[in-house]
């Protein structure tokens, strides 16, 4: 409280300074006109003074005062809630850092390699497959992709794609597509697709497929669903069953043809009978 009486000391100082000063001139006022006034004394004055502004300016000192402190702890309050920029940074710094060392502790995994996806059961593969002239074989071969065959094989023969021989096979052949060169088959071929029997070639079983060129000599039976060419240098002992039939000139045929699948047939056109 020495703050609130050092400041009613100098309040009631500059009080008594106003009222001396209004004493004189109100005193000098009286005398020139002749009227005699009588002053109070100076200590009630000051008395009075003091006690009505020590009433008032302690409850409104102490009101204000109050209201300060209460600002004062708000904002210390508000100062120890909200944490300053660089303290957020500082505290997001380690967070990053557990991700990263989170990160990093985390097992590698590894690439496996692709695995090789084997062709399905109908899926042909673009391999082909070289039997080479001085090669040969005793048993069954069975290939996804194509074969080219130069050797000899002593078994059957079955590929997904194109069958290509120059060599010799003893066993019958199963292929996507047929082509013979100089080859020495004994056995029947069935192609469902083209086939094709080279110059030069020789042979003995029957042959079905969906078309067929024959240039060179067979001896079997021929059952093609489509057209058949016999070309000059062809022998055919056998019959041929085809849609449509084409001999060439120096071709020879022992056997009989019949255009059994042609639209125009004469089963269809004259009947059974």
Known sequence: MGFFKDFKEDLS???????????KMTGTADIAKGKETE??????????????????????????????LAQSEEQDKEAETVPSKQSRKETSRPAANERKEK???????????????????????????????????????????????????EGNVTCKGKLVVSGTIKGNSDSADFFSDKAEITGDITCNG?????????????????????????????????????????????????????????AVIEGYCSQCYSDNSPKKFFGEA
């Open 13 to 23: 100082q500059a009080v008594n300074e106003l009222s001396d000063d209004a004493a």
């Open 39 to 68: 002053l109070p004394a100076d200590d009630a004055m000051v008395d009075t003074l003091m006690e009505e502004e020590a009433e008032v300016t302690d409850a409104d000192l102490e009101a204000s005062l109050s209201r300060m």
């Open 103 to 153: 990160e990093s502790s985390k097992p590698v995994q590894k690439e496996e390699p692709e695995a090789f996806d084997e062709p399905g059961e109908d899926e042909v593969s673009d391999e082909t497959a070289i039997i080479t002239p001085g090669l040969s074989i005793k048993g069954d071969i069975n290939s996804a992709g194509s074969i080219e065959l130069l050797g000899k094989v």
């Open 194 to 250: 083209p086939a094709k029997i080279g110059s030069g070639s020789v042979i003995i079983g029957n042959l079905v497929a969906t078309s067929a060129v024959i240039a060179g000599a067979i001896k079997g039976d021929i059952d093609v669903q489509g057209p058949v060419i016999v070309d000059t240098t062809a022998i055919v002992m056998g019959n041929i069953k085809s849609k449509l039939v084409q001999i060439n000139n120096g």
